[in-house]
C-alpha cells in the first residue's frame, strides 16, 4: 500500500473499524439504524461506545467530546476524559452507551434567537450515527445533534438532517410510481470547492483588521492584481505546495477526501476541492476542512483568511457546493442518459429542481446571505444575487422540444480536432460551462455557487433539499392520483416547464443587462444584501413549506431570522468600530506626521533655495491635508450613524440602518484612507499595504 492509503481514514472509527471491533450482531443493528433509520437499542449502543473507547485509547485519545455545530457558525466541543474513580484509589478508563448517546452542554451560552431565556440553561447533544466519530489531538469526536430542553434545534446539523429526511420520503414515492420497488433509500450528496487565501503571519498580526474581522479595511490596490490571470492555474509556490501537502496529510487522516488544489484567480488565493460525498458528513468534512486549514497555516508561518472578501479589487473566495440526489442502488438521479430526451425519469426529477428553484429563490438568498458575502455577491467575480439556472444547449432545447410538443432533434456531437496529428482528437461537450450561473447544471449534479467560503454549507442544503421535497411532494400528490400515469406525467412535466422558464438563463449573469431583465421582465428576485433577503424568512409560503416537511418548526425560523439578522449587524458594527479606531490611532497620525515631514523638507529647502517651486511638496501636502479632512468628517458621520444603531427598536431597522447609511459612512472613509496611503512614504504606513499581504508568500 501507498503512504496515503496507509493513512486514509487512520482517526475515524469508521465502517471499516466498525465491523473489525464489533460483533456481527452489533455491526448489523447499527447498520440498519444509519441506513434505514431503525431505532438504536441501548445494549447495541453500549457495545459501540466500549469498542468506540478502546478503539481511541489506542490511538492515544485521553478525553471524548460531543463535537456539534450551533449556530455560531463554527463548530463547538466540550471535553471530557474517559477517567471514572476506581475503588482503590485509582482510576478507570471509561465511556458508556449513555455517554455516547447523549450530552449536555450549557444551551443558554449559544445563540438561541429568543427560543431560550439565559436561565434556562439545559440542552443536549445527540450522537448522530450517520457521521463517523474521529480523533483530533488527544480527543475522541462524535458527531452529535444539538437542541434545546424543550427539543428545539439550536445547530444546523438537525436541520439537514430533517431536509434529509424530507427529500427522502418524497423521492421514494415517485420513484416507486417508476416501478423502482427495490430502492430503500435517496440521499443527497455534495462536494463542497473551498476557496482561501494563505498571508505570511507575521504581516497578519500587524493588521488589526484582518484580526478582528478578517479582512482588510483599508488598503490601496498594488500596482499589480490578477490583470494578467497568470496566478490561475499557475505554479504553486515551494511554501505553498508544503502547505497543501501537510494539509492533505491532516484531511486524509480523517476521511476527508481531499482531490484536487490549485491557484485561484487571485493573489495569494487557492482552491481545494473533495470527492463529494453524503451531505451532512460532507458538512461534517468542510467544517473540519476549514479548520484544519487555519491550524496547518499556522505551522508553516502563514494565516489562512477564508472571509469571502479579505481584500477590495481583487477576487474574494466562495465555495461551490455540487450537489446531487442518488438512490442507495447506485443510481445517480440527475444523471440524463445518452437520451434524456426518452428518459422520463430524470426529466421529472429535473424539473423538480427547477420549480423548487424558481418558487423558493428568496430561501436560496437566504441560505447564503452573509456580512461577508454580500460583499462578493453581484461584483464581476461571482454570481449576481439574482438566482438563475444555467442548463445549457442541450436540456434547454429538450425543454424546449417538450413545451411546445414538438420532437427533439438534438445537438450534434463536434470533434475536436487541435491541428497537432500527435494530440488526441475527443468529443466536446453538448454544453459549455456557465461560470456566471448562481444555481448550474454541470453533468450530473447542480453547482450552487453562491455559498461564501467562510459558510457552513448546512444552510443552502437545508433549503435545496426542502425545496425539492415539496417539488417531488406536489408531483407525488398529482401522479399517485392520476387515471393515466404517462399523460399526467407529461401534462406535469410542460406544464412545470411553461411556469418555471423565466428561473433559466444561459446567458452571461455578470451582465448588468442581465439584471434588468430578470427583474423586471422575468419578475425575479434581487435581494441584494442581507437585511434585505433575511426577512423573507418568515413569507407565509415559506413557513408553511419548511413546517409542513418538519424541517423547521415557526419558532425555529422565527429565531434563525433574529440570529441571521443580530449576525449580519455585530459583524457590521465591529468592522466600523474597527476602522474608526484604526483611521484614528494609526492612519490620521501617520499622514499627519508624513506632510509634516513633507513640510519642514519643503521649509529647509527653501531656506537654502528660496527660488525652489517645491511643486511636488507643496500640492502632496495640501492633498495629504484635504484627505485628512476628507477622512475626519467621515469619522463623524460613521460615529452619528453607529450612535443610532444603539437606539433602533430591532435587528431588522438595524439591518437596514447599516444598509443605508452605515456602510456608506464606512466606504467614505475607507476612500479618503487609501488615497492618502497613496501618497504616504512606505515608512510611514503604520500597518502592511496589498502589495506585502498578496506577494509576500514566496
Known amino acids: 500500500m501507498s503512504a496515503v492509503t496507509e493513512i486514509f481514514a487512520s482517526k475515524v472509527f469508521d465502517d471499516r473499524v466498525m465491523k473489525s471491533r464489533l460483533s456481527a450482531k452489533v455491526y448489523n443493528s447499527l447498520k440498519n439504524t444509519i441506513e434505514i433509520g431503525e431505532k438504536l437499542d441501548i445494549t447495541v449502543a453500549n457495545a459501540v461506545a466500549e469498542a468506540m473507547k478502546e478503539w481511541a485509547l489506542e490511538q492515544g485519545a ?153 479582512r482588510t479595511l483599508f488598503g490601496a490596490k498594488p500596482p499589480k492584481g490578477q490583470e494578467l490571470d497568470d496566478h490561475y492555474f499557475g505554479v504553486i509556490k515551494p511554501r505553498v505546495e508544503a502547505y497543501m501537502t501537510d494539509l492533505n496529510d491532516e484531511l486524509w487522516k480523517l476521511g476527508i477526501l481531499a482531490k484536487t488544489q490549485h491557484n485561484e484567480v487571485a493573489p495569494a488565493q487557492h482552491e481545494l476541492a473533495p470527492i463529494y460525498g453524503t451531505t451532512n458528513i460532507a458538512t461534517d468534512h468542510n467544517q473540519l476542512t476549514m479548520e484544519i486549514m487555519k491550524k496547518v497555516a499556522q505551522k508553516h508561518g502563514l494565516v489562512c483568511l477564508l472571509h469571502e472578501k479579505p481584500f477590495d479589487g481583487v477576487n474574494g473566495s466562495g465555495k461551490h457546493n455540487n450537489w446531487s440526489i442518488s438512490t442507495d442502488t447506485g443510481v445517480n438521479l440527475l444523471t440524463p442518459g445518452e437520451t434524456p430526451y426518452e428518459n422520463a425519469q430524470f426529466l421529472l426529477f429535473l424539473c423538480a429542481v427547477i420549480k423548487a428553484v424558481d418558487d423558493y429563490q ?168 442581507t437585511p434585505d433577503a433575511i426577512p423573507h424568512l418568515m413569507d407565509e409560503k415559506n413557513v408553511k413549506m419548511l413546517t409542513l416537511h418538519k424541517v423547521f418548526t415557526e419558532a425555529e425560523l422565527r429565531s434563525r431570522t433574529e440570529i441571521t439578522l443580530e449576525n449580519y449587524c455585530k459583524q457590521v458594527i465591529i468592522e466600523a468600530n474597527t476602522m474608526e479606531q484604526l483611521a484614528r490611532r494609526d492612519i490620521l497620525p501617520a499622514v499627519g506626521e508624513y506632510a509634516a515631514f513633507v513640510a519642514r523638507s519643503a521649509a529647509e529647502k527653501k531656506a537654502v533655495v528660496p527660488e525652489l517651486a517645491l511643486e511636488y511638496e507643496t500640492r502632496t501636502v ?61 515608512k510611514f504606513w503604520p500597518f502592511p499595504t496589498y502589495d506585502e499581504l498578496l506577494f509576500g508568500v514566496r
Open 622 to 682: 495640501k492633498r495629504l491635508t484635504e484627505l485628512s479632512a476628507d477622512a475626519y468628517k467621515a469619522l463623524d458621520l460613521l460615529d452619528s450613524v453607529l450612535e443610532k444603531t444603539k437606539h433602533t427598536k430591532d435587528v431588522i431597522e438595524t439591518g437596514y440602518l447599516i444598509r443605508d447609511e452605515l456602510l456608506g459612512a464606512m466606504a467614505a472613509l475607507r476612500t479618503a484612507c487609501d488615497e492618502a496611503e497613496t501618497l504616504t512614504a512606505a
Open 62 to 214: 485521553t478525553h471524548y467530546t460531543h463535537w456539534f455545530q450551533p449556530l455560531t457558525g463554527i463548530t463547538a466541543e466540550k471535553h471530557d476524559s474517559f477517567i471514572s474513580p476506581s475503588p482503590d484509589g485509582r482510576v478507570i478508563m471509561d465511556f458508556s452507551g449513555k455517554e455516547l448517546i447523549k450530552g449536555e452542554p450549557d444551551a443558554s451560552s449559544f445563540p438561541s434567537g429568543g427560543l431560550r431565556a439565559t436561565f434556562e440553561a439545559r440542552g443536549y447533544t445527540a450522537w448522530d450515527p450517520t457521521s463517523y466519530a474521529f480523533i483530533k489531538g488527544k480527543t475522541l469526536c462524535i458527531p452529535t445533534a444539538f437542541c434545546s430542553y424543550g427539543g428545539e434545534a439550536l445547530d444546523k446539523k438537525t436541520p439537514l438532517l430533517r431536509s434529509m429526511q424530507a427529500l427522502n420520503k418524497q423521492a421514494l414515492r415517485i420513484l416507486k410510481l417508476f416501478g423502482n420497488e427495490n430502492v430503500r433509500h435517496v440521499t443527497t450528496s455534495v462536494g463542497p470547492e473551498q476557496e482561501y487565501f494563505l498571508i505570511p503571519k507575521e504581516l497578519y498580526d500587524k493588521r488589526k483588521d484582518l484580526i478582528y474581522t478578517g
Open 362 to 529: 428568496d430561501l436560496l438568498r437566504i441560505s447564503v446571505a452573509t456580512a461577508g458575502n454580500d460583499h462578493r455577491l453581484g461584483a464581476n467575480e461571482a454570481p449576481p444575487a439574482v438566482i438563475s439556472i444555467f442548463l445549457g444547449d442541450e436540456l434547454e432545447g429538450i425543454l424546449e422540444a417538450i413545451e411546445s410538443d414538438k420532437p427533439y432533434e438534438g445537438v450534434e456531437k463536434t470533434v475536436m480536432k487541435l491541428g497537432v496529428s500527435v494530440l488526441p482528437r475527443f468529443t466536446r461537450d453538448t454544453t459549455d460551462r456557465n461560470r456566471t450561473s448562481p444555481f448550474a447544471f454541470t453533468g450530473n449534479k447542480f453547482e450552487f455557487r453562491m455559498v461564501g467560503s467562510a459558510d457552513s454549507i448546512a444552510c443552502a442544503n437545508i433549503m435545496l433539499n426542502s425545496a425539492v421535497a415539496e417539488s417531488l411532494r406536489i408531483y407525488a400528490d398529482r401522479l399517485e392520483q392520476a387515471e393515466n400515469f404517462e399523460d399526467k406525467l407529461h401534462e406535469m412535466i410542460k406544464k412545470t416547464i411553461t411556469d418555471h422558464k423565466r428561473i433559466i438563463f444561459n446567458g452571461n449573469g455578470y451582465d448588468d443587462a442581465w439584471i434588468k431583465e430578470a427583474t423586471e421582465e422575468r419578475g425575479l428576485l434581487n435581494l441584494r444584501t
